[in-house]
Protein backbone atom coordinates (compact mmCIF):
# COMPACT_ATOMS: atom_id res chain seq x y z
CA UNK A 1 0.00 0.00 0.00
CA UNK A 2 1.20 3.40 -1.23
CA UNK A 3 0.42 6.72 0.42
CA UNK A 4 0.02 9.77 -1.33
CA UNK A 5 2.66 12.78 -0.91
CA UNK A 6 1.23 15.29 0.95
CA UNK A 7 2.24 17.82 -1.71
CA UNK A 8 1.55 21.65 -0.82
CA UNK A 9 -0.81 22.75 -3.66
CA UNK A 10 1.31 25.76 -3.66
CA UNK A 11 4.34 25.61 -5.67
CA UNK A 12 5.44 28.95 -4.76
CA UNK A 13 4.45 32.86 -3.64
CA UNK A 14 5.40 35.84 -4.79
CA UNK A 15 4.26 38.48 -2.25
CA UNK A 16 0.23 38.31 -1.45
CA UNK A 17 -0.06 36.07 -5.06
CA UNK A 18 0.15 32.26 -4.23
CA UNK A 19 0.78 30.43 -7.83
CA UNK A 20 -0.76 26.49 -7.67
CA UNK A 21 0.82 23.55 -8.72
CA UNK A 22 -2.79 23.48 -10.93
CA UNK A 23 -1.97 26.43 -12.32
CA UNK A 24 1.10 25.90 -13.76
CA UNK A 25 0.13 22.13 -15.07
CA UNK A 26 -2.25 24.45 -17.73
CA UNK A 27 0.72 26.65 -18.54
CA UNK A 28 2.83 23.76 -19.19
CA UNK A 29 0.16 22.13 -20.90
CA UNK A 30 -0.39 25.46 -23.43
CA UNK A 31 3.45 25.35 -23.35
CA UNK A 32 3.74 21.94 -24.94
CA UNK A 33 1.02 22.46 -27.55
CA UNK A 34 2.44 25.36 -28.53
CA UNK A 35 5.88 23.79 -28.97
CA UNK A 36 4.19 20.73 -31.23
CA UNK A 37 2.38 23.66 -32.84
CA UNK A 38 5.51 25.20 -34.15
CA UNK A 39 7.15 22.41 -34.92
CA UNK A 40 4.24 21.38 -37.70
CA UNK A 41 3.99 24.82 -39.05
CA UNK A 42 7.80 25.07 -39.58
CA UNK A 43 7.44 21.46 -41.29
CA UNK A 44 4.84 22.89 -43.60
CA UNK A 45 2.59 20.66 -42.04
CA UNK A 46 -0.24 23.13 -40.99
CA UNK A 47 -2.83 25.35 -42.35
CA UNK A 48 -2.11 28.38 -40.40
CA UNK A 49 1.18 30.54 -40.40
CA UNK A 50 2.84 31.42 -36.98
CA UNK A 51 1.11 34.70 -36.34
CA UNK A 52 -1.93 32.98 -36.46
CA UNK A 53 -1.12 30.37 -34.54
CA UNK A 54 -0.36 32.52 -31.68
CA UNK A 55 -3.85 34.34 -31.79
CA UNK A 56 -5.30 30.87 -32.47
CA UNK A 57 -3.87 29.62 -29.07
CA UNK A 58 -5.46 32.96 -27.42
CA UNK A 59 -8.66 31.83 -28.27
CA UNK A 60 -8.15 28.47 -27.41
CA UNK A 61 -7.17 29.29 -23.85
CA UNK A 62 -10.06 31.54 -23.37
CA UNK A 63 -11.92 28.35 -24.89
CA UNK A 64 -10.87 25.86 -22.41
CA UNK A 65 -11.07 28.67 -19.07
CA UNK A 66 -14.56 29.44 -20.11
CA UNK A 67 -16.03 26.35 -21.68
CA UNK A 68 -14.31 24.05 -18.90
CA UNK A 69 -16.07 26.16 -16.03
CA UNK A 70 -19.42 26.57 -17.89
CA UNK A 71 -19.45 22.99 -18.62
CA UNK A 72 -18.94 22.31 -14.77
CA UNK A 73 -21.62 24.32 -13.97
CA UNK A 74 -23.99 23.14 -16.36
CA UNK A 75 -23.04 18.97 -16.48
CA UNK A 76 -22.10 18.67 -12.62
CA UNK A 77 -23.56 21.25 -10.42
CA UNK A 78 -26.59 23.10 -12.37
CA UNK A 79 -28.68 23.07 -9.47
CA UNK A 80 -26.42 24.36 -6.86
CA UNK A 81 -25.07 27.42 -9.55
CA UNK A 82 -28.55 28.27 -10.26
CA UNK A 83 -29.27 28.69 -6.61
CA UNK A 84 -25.52 30.59 -5.95
CA UNK A 85 -24.94 32.48 -9.34
CA UNK A 86 -22.21 34.75 -8.26
CA UNK A 87 -20.56 31.50 -7.21
CA UNK A 88 -20.03 30.53 -11.13
CA UNK A 89 -17.33 33.61 -11.05
CA UNK A 90 -15.45 31.52 -8.53
CA UNK A 91 -12.69 29.59 -10.40
CA UNK A 92 -10.37 29.45 -7.81
CA UNK A 93 -12.36 27.49 -5.88
CA UNK A 94 -12.21 24.86 -8.42
CA UNK A 95 -14.40 23.24 -10.73
CA UNK A 96 -13.74 22.47 -14.39
CA UNK A 97 -14.79 19.74 -17.13
CA UNK A 98 -12.75 18.41 -19.69
CA UNK A 99 -16.27 18.38 -21.96
CA UNK A 100 -17.13 21.59 -21.24
CA UNK A 101 -13.73 22.90 -22.24
CA UNK A 102 -13.65 20.52 -25.67
CA UNK A 103 -17.13 22.65 -26.43
CA UNK A 104 -15.11 25.87 -25.20
CA UNK A 105 -12.61 25.55 -27.80
CA UNK A 106 -14.53 23.69 -30.58
CA UNK A 107 -16.67 27.21 -31.09
CA UNK A 108 -13.23 29.00 -30.29
CA UNK A 109 -11.78 27.07 -33.58
CA UNK A 110 -14.73 28.29 -35.28
CA UNK A 111 -14.33 32.04 -34.67
CA UNK A 112 -10.52 31.50 -36.02
CA UNK A 113 -11.63 29.96 -39.06
CA UNK A 114 -13.95 31.98 -40.12
CA UNK A 115 -11.30 34.83 -39.14
CA UNK A 116 -8.24 33.65 -40.53
CA UNK A 117 -10.64 32.07 -43.29
CA UNK A 118 -9.21 28.64 -42.80
CA UNK A 119 -11.27 25.51 -43.15
CA UNK A 120 -13.17 24.23 -39.97
CA UNK A 121 -12.11 21.07 -40.13
CA UNK A 122 -8.40 21.10 -41.74
CA UNK A 123 -7.75 23.49 -38.26
CA UNK A 124 -8.95 20.91 -35.85
CA UNK A 125 -7.45 18.34 -37.27
CA UNK A 126 -3.89 20.88 -36.80
CA UNK A 127 -5.40 21.41 -33.28
CA UNK A 128 -6.19 18.02 -32.26
CA UNK A 129 -2.76 16.31 -31.74
CA UNK A 130 -1.68 19.32 -30.10
CA UNK A 131 -4.22 19.29 -26.98
CA UNK A 132 -3.26 15.48 -25.14
CA UNK A 133 -0.08 16.33 -23.55
CA UNK A 134 -2.07 19.73 -21.99
CA UNK A 135 -4.35 16.69 -20.55
CA UNK A 136 -1.31 14.93 -19.13
CA UNK A 137 -0.34 18.04 -17.54
CA UNK A 138 -3.71 18.74 -16.22
CA UNK A 139 -4.06 14.69 -14.54
CA UNK A 140 -0.57 15.18 -12.86
CA UNK A 141 -1.81 18.70 -11.15
CA UNK A 142 -4.66 16.58 -9.95
CA UNK A 143 -2.31 14.05 -8.83
CA UNK A 144 -0.40 16.79 -6.79
CA UNK A 145 -3.06 18.39 -5.45
CA UNK A 146 -4.70 14.61 -4.25
CA UNK A 147 -8.10 15.13 -5.88
CA UNK A 148 -10.26 13.33 -8.11
CA UNK A 149 -8.91 9.93 -6.81
CA UNK A 150 -10.23 6.32 -7.37
CA UNK A 151 -12.22 3.50 -6.25
CA UNK A 152 -11.26 1.26 -3.26
CA UNK A 153 -8.86 -0.92 -4.42
CA UNK A 154 -6.77 -3.96 -3.09
CA UNK A 155 -4.58 -3.83 -5.82
CA UNK A 156 -0.13 -3.32 -4.72
CA UNK A 157 -0.21 0.35 -5.84
CA UNK A 158 -3.55 1.10 -4.37
CA UNK A 159 -2.76 4.68 -2.29
CA UNK A 160 -4.58 6.41 0.68
CA UNK A 161 -5.15 10.09 -0.49
CA UNK A 162 -5.72 12.54 2.25
CA UNK A 163 -9.19 13.24 2.71
CA UNK A 164 -10.32 10.14 1.35
CA UNK A 165 -10.12 7.80 4.30
CA UNK A 166 -7.97 5.13 4.87
CA UNK A 167 -8.53 2.69 2.25
CA UNK A 168 -6.26 2.39 -0.46
CA UNK A 169 -7.22 3.86 -3.94
CA UNK A 170 -6.30 3.73 -7.69
CA UNK A 171 -4.36 6.50 -8.29
CA UNK A 172 -6.42 6.87 -10.71
CA UNK A 173 -5.38 10.58 -12.56
CA UNK A 174 -2.17 9.01 -13.38
CA UNK A 175 -4.13 6.36 -15.19
CA UNK A 176 -6.03 9.26 -16.53
CA UNK A 177 -2.51 10.69 -16.98
CA UNK A 178 -0.76 7.67 -18.90
CA UNK A 179 -4.33 6.71 -21.45
CA UNK A 180 -5.90 9.95 -22.27
CA UNK A 181 -2.47 12.06 -22.07
CA UNK A 182 0.37 10.07 -23.15
CA UNK A 183 -1.19 6.53 -25.45
CA UNK A 184 -3.39 9.31 -27.00
CA UNK A 185 -0.81 12.13 -27.74
CA UNK A 186 1.45 9.42 -29.14
CA UNK A 187 -1.62 7.52 -31.51
CA UNK A 188 -2.50 11.32 -33.08
CA UNK A 189 1.00 12.34 -33.39
CA UNK A 190 1.63 8.97 -35.30
CA UNK A 191 -1.64 8.85 -37.04
CA UNK A 192 -1.42 13.03 -38.41
CA UNK A 193 2.15 12.52 -39.41
CA UNK A 194 0.66 11.78 -42.20
CA UNK A 195 -1.84 13.41 -45.05
CA UNK A 196 -5.10 12.00 -43.84
CA UNK A 197 -8.40 12.74 -44.80
CA UNK A 198 -10.50 15.88 -43.69
CA UNK A 199 -11.87 15.07 -40.70
CA UNK A 200 -9.72 11.88 -39.73
CA UNK A 201 -7.52 13.38 -36.98
CA UNK A 202 -10.54 15.33 -35.21
CA UNK A 203 -12.41 12.34 -35.53
CA UNK A 204 -9.45 9.80 -33.71
CA UNK A 205 -9.13 12.65 -30.92
CA UNK A 206 -13.33 12.02 -30.53
CA UNK A 207 -12.87 8.43 -30.63
CA UNK A 208 -9.56 8.06 -28.71
CA UNK A 209 -10.46 10.33 -25.89
CA UNK A 210 -14.23 9.17 -25.08
CA UNK A 211 -13.09 5.26 -25.01
CA UNK A 212 -9.90 5.88 -23.02
CA UNK A 213 -12.04 8.30 -20.60
CA UNK A 214 -14.86 5.71 -20.67
CA UNK A 215 -12.50 2.83 -19.43
CA UNK A 216 -10.54 5.13 -16.76
CA UNK A 217 -13.88 5.95 -15.14
CA UNK A 218 -13.93 2.38 -14.16
CA UNK A 219 -11.11 3.31 -11.66
CA UNK A 220 -12.20 6.64 -10.81
CA UNK A 221 -14.68 7.31 -7.68
CA UNK A 222 -17.41 9.55 -9.45
CA UNK A 223 -18.64 12.71 -7.77
CA UNK A 224 -19.85 12.37 -4.26
CA UNK A 225 -22.46 15.12 -5.00
CA UNK A 226 -23.60 12.87 -8.18
CA UNK A 227 -22.51 9.43 -7.43
CA UNK A 228 -23.48 6.49 -10.11
CA UNK A 229 -26.10 7.48 -13.04
CA UNK A 230 -28.37 5.16 -15.27
CA UNK A 231 -27.19 1.67 -15.92
CA UNK A 232 -24.60 2.41 -12.93
CA UNK A 233 -22.10 4.50 -15.31
CA UNK A 234 -20.71 7.79 -14.23
CA UNK A 235 -21.39 11.56 -15.55
CA UNK A 236 -17.64 11.26 -17.54
CA UNK A 237 -18.51 8.06 -19.00
CA UNK A 238 -21.86 9.94 -19.95
CA UNK A 239 -20.48 12.69 -21.78
CA UNK A 240 -17.98 10.37 -23.13
CA UNK A 241 -20.75 8.68 -25.56
CA UNK A 242 -21.63 11.42 -27.34
CA UNK A 243 -17.92 11.81 -28.53
CA UNK A 244 -17.59 8.36 -29.07
CA UNK A 245 -20.83 8.50 -31.70
CA UNK A 246 -19.80 11.60 -33.03
CA UNK A 247 -16.10 10.74 -33.95
CA UNK A 248 -17.54 7.40 -35.77
CA UNK A 249 -19.94 9.67 -38.00
CA UNK A 250 -16.92 12.23 -38.58
CA UNK A 251 -14.67 9.00 -39.53
CA UNK A 252 -17.16 7.39 -41.85
CA UNK A 253 -18.16 10.64 -43.29
CA UNK A 254 -14.14 11.47 -43.81
CA UNK A 255 -14.04 8.01 -45.66
CA UNK A 256 -16.24 9.15 -48.24
Same mark, same amino acid.
Given at each position: M? #??????????????????????????? =????W????????????????AQ????????????????????????????Y??????????? !???M?????????????? =?????????????????????????????????????????V??L???? #?????????R??? !?????AL????????????????????????? =????????? =????????????????????????????P??????????????
Amino acid at each position: ML #VHPDIDPVAFSIGPLAVRWYGLMYLAG =FAAGWGLGVRRIDRGRAPINRAQFDDLLFLAVLGVILGGRLGYVLFYKSGHYAAHPLEILAVW !QGGMSFHGGLLGVMLAMV =FAARRHHVDYLRLMDFVAPLAPLGLAAGRLGNFINGELWGRVTDLPWGM #VFRNAGDAPRHPS !QLYQFALEGLMLFALLWWFSSKPRPRGQVSAL =FLIGYGVLR =FIAEFAREPDAFLGYLALGLTMGQWLCLPMIAGGIALLAWSRR
